[in-house]
């Protein structure tokens, strides 16, 4: 089914593409879920009208993803998508009610952020050798960027050099909702950035954004999941091995370090502190480690 045969939906994805503007990437997943249900809409009740569509149908619907074996998780986030959406509706008098409003999530294991530990990103940083060349540089600085800055991959691919404050030393970050935060960077990392950004004005590349691949095109989401695989399979097993990876060890390695709450926040550009708080258990978990290994009693 295409979502533009339902003028609801389609009214739902340019609000929050042009509105609340959301990330590329949440808007396809908005435009996937909300597919999805009304194609089992259409083949199990025979309507894809949003002003039909019943709570026993969004619970049909669980059944079925269930059935099939798709993780709690995944589930919660699409019947999330559908409170979103039947909201919308709500609020723009498409319908009275919102019929997603009844569904509980179902109940999941927490997981813990997957996490590189300090001594492999030292060992990334001092004792591996990057190539000594533009392709080198730059994937040696992307990295740099996504750990001491803690960004999101999508946040890094969109940075202008426009963005880097060097009389102020930080990084102008424009997150989620379209929020600015601004993060502190450390001289060294400046005059890398500035290094760079002269080698690639020399190539006659754009000097708009700040990253450019070796063609003269801006870097994707996906060229810098496969460059920050590539580098972190050298110094960590661990099985995740992404950019929001080294997101995560930025918050745990400054929260193990002793950093406030509320500041890890801000920095992050959480809107709330519930999604920070969940790097104080990998805090609480070397706690518990280094109490056992030097407690006598431990």
């Known amino acids: 089914m295409l979502l533009p045969e339902i003028p609801e939906v389609q009214r739902f994805i340019n609000y929050i593409r042009f509105e609340k ?70 609020t723009h008098s ?18 813990l952020p997957s996490f590189v530990e300090e001594h492999q990103m030292d060992t990334l940083f001092t004792h591996v050798e990057f190539p000594d060349e ?25 940075i202008r050099q426009q963005q880097i404050d060097s009389y102020q030393k930080v990084i102008r970050i424009l997150g989620k909702g379209n929020k600015e935060r601004m993060i502190p960077v450390n001289p060294d990392l400046l005059n890398e950035i500035s290094a760079y950004c002269k080698e690639k004005k020399s190539l006659g590349f754009s000097d708009d954004y700040l990253l450019i691949k070796d063609n003269g095109k801006q870097y994707t989401s996906r060229n810098v999941y496969d460059v920050v695989k590539k580098w972190l399979s050298l110094v960590t097993t661990a099985e995740k091995k992404s950019p929001h990876v080294l997101r995560h060890s930025f ?47 431990g």
């Not at 790097?279 to 030097?294: F, G, M, P, V, W």
Request: glycine letters at 4%.
């Open 21 to 90: 503007r959301y990330s590329a990437h949440t808007i396809t997943a908005y435009q996937d879920d909300l597919s999805d249900f009304f194609s089992f809409t259409s083949r199990v009740f025979e309507s894809d009208s949003p002003n039909s569509v019943s709570t026993l149908m969004i619970r049909s619907w669980m059944a079925e993803m269930t059935e099939a074996g798709i993780i709690p998780r995944s589930i919660n986030r699409k019947i999330s998508c559908l409170k979103s959406f039947f909201k919308f509706c709500r």
């Open 94 to 111: 498409i319908r009275d009610d919102n019929p997603a409003s009844a569904i509980r999530l179902l109940k999941t294991r927490k997981r």
């Open 251 to 297: 918050a745990t390695h400054l929260m193990n370090n002793g950093a406030d709450l509320n500041a890890v926040k801000d920095l992050l550009g959480h809107s709330s502190l519930a999604a920070t708080q969940v790097y104080t258990h990998n805090s609480i978990e070397k706690l518990r480690d280094i109490h056992r290994k030097a407690h006598p009693k």
């Open 134 to 158: 533009y392709n080198g540089r730059v994937e040696k600085l992307m990295l740099r960027l996504l750990y001491q800055c803690g960004i999101r991959v999508g946040e890094l691919v969109s």
